[in-house]
């Protein structure tokens, strides 16, 4: 579909429906002032989620069920060929978008084409993901923060199942290393919960600050962890675990955001991930669409990370050099700014993302072959040939 070569074989619909609605709430939540005084203002009418934390979760789940399921089959012990395919293949997917756009995003502020400061850009905090690891930042390339909480999980998780799986202690090794980073989070979130913020300052120093956000990844990791062990009960209980989730996430719209109360400081930002992982096990079943929108809804799937990078850059330059633009026709103005983060993401994707991911995909599969030597060597006991 639209040039885009996708094996439809090997995606899951039903996380690819998912992964379409995340970037759906994201895009809609930067945007949806656009429909400020038409008939469709508050639409869809009904509260959503926060996308990002779809995005955390699904993360954790995927990944962790590759690494839980790949470990299992060399006798619970992840081996190192496998990590360093991972990392990167992560690299090759992440990297380039993520330097291109922050090259964008500093050129556009520099020039005061978008709003922001790049006072608050350092080349090195950026380029290895640590702008917001403890503490927060504002005010440049605001949409990065989710990354780097990413990245983050990326290099941490695999490189401590090396560690923890040597003794073939993989269903205890998960499960401890999750509820360490899930104890670190809250501990994170208790200890600068003193201070009183308004809603700005909470977002900033609660919610996007990789430290205090790295539990919703590991609660997915969880739900993989019991999709594997736990097959038939995840098959069992899927449809009492989706209606549990959505009954969480009704009781958490109904609560007021107060933020000065333990409950949005500390617990509601892990309810949150919890409520999304309690979906999976329903959203599981679904199987893979023929139709053309179904397939449609995979593109979108395919092209949300591209979606993500650049959607609140369109809104910012549409809110701040075209205010007027079909003052009369809001709607319409708002379906403007969905197309062009399409198109935009879509030529992105053809251009720049695909030819490098083409060529970097060839020298992964050496690196591939060279990695799985190295790994029956080490089963073996012997030295890999050179």
Known sequence: MLGI???YEKRIYGFDLLRAFAIFCVIHGHGKHLLTGTMLEGFPWVPLPRGVDIFFVLSGFLIGYSFISGAAKTNGQLKFGKAMNFWERSALRILPNYYLLLAVNYFLVKSEILNGSVAKFSPWLFATFTQNLWYPFYDFFWESWSLATQE?????FPLLLLFFTRNNRLKQSIVIISGFFITIAIIYRINISGTVYDTFWWDVNFRKVALSRIDSIFFGVLAAWVRFFYAESWKKFALPAFISGIVIFLIMSSIPKNTE???YNIIYLSLSPIFIALLFPLIDRLKDSRSVVGRFITVISFLSYSMYLLNLLF?????????????????FKYLLFLLVTFTGSYLLYQLYEHPIAT?????????????????????????PEK
């Not at 983050?152 to 941490?156: A, I, K, P, Q, S």
């Not at 701040?320 to 026709?329: F, G, T």
């Not at 060529?359 to 030295?383: A, F």
């Open 5 to 7: 070569k996708i094996d």
């Open 315 to 331: 809104i910012q330059l549409i809110d701040k050099h075209y205010p007027n633009l079909l003052a009369n026709h809001a709607t």
């Open 261 to 263: 109360s333990i409950y």
């Open 359 to 383: 060529l970097g995909n060839k020298i992964l599969h050496t690196s591939k072959m060279m990695y799985k030597r190295m790994d029956n060597g080490r089963s073996s006991g012997k030295t």
């Open 152 to 156: 983050w999980f990326y290099l941490l």
